[in-house]
């Protein structure tokens, strides 16, 4: 058994050999032998391994709780009936779809317009190269 003393002046990479050392009993010993000394490892950096696994449990229920609170902000915002009239409904739908259509032909027309332009300037250099 090692002195505290000893025990805290144990480095990472020392830690790390003794989990990978070979001459480790293996099975459910070995698996408890390299925990306990992960254990005093984190008990010499001052941290307890309980709150290791209260932080970790901690993380895990904070992103459960956000989770479900966009989830359930995300299931809020589903459609919903604005009109009891479907004459009034339709009249809606056919505003907003004309207004996207005169908004989709006035820049077809600005497209139109710049790529004559574009062909206009493409002649005069294929003239002046001549």
């Not at 002195?3 to 698996?31: F, W, Y």
């Not at 449990?57 to 989830?71: K, N, Y």
Request: hydrophobic fraction near 45%.
């Amino acid at each position: 058994m090692k002195r505290i003393e000893d025990i805290e002046k144990i480095t990472a990479e020392e830690l790390e050999a003794v989990a990978n050392d070979a001459r480790l009993p293996e099975g459910k010993a070995g698996a408890r032998e390299v925990i306990a000394k992960l254990e005093i490892a984190e008990e010499a950096k001052g941290r307890s391994p309980r709150k290791v696994y209260i932080g970790w449990i901690s993380g895990i229920a904070a992103t459960f709780i956000v989770m479900l609170g966009i989830g359930l902000a995300l299931q809020s915002r589903g459609p919903k009936d604005t009109f009891d009239d479907p004459v009034l409904a339709y009249a809606q739908v056919q505003s907003v779809l004309q207004q996207i259509s005169s908004g989709m032909q006035q820049g077809k027309a600005a497209v139109d317009e710049s790529g004559q332009m574009i062909a206009d300037e493409f002649e005069k250099t294929i003239i002046k190269i001549k």
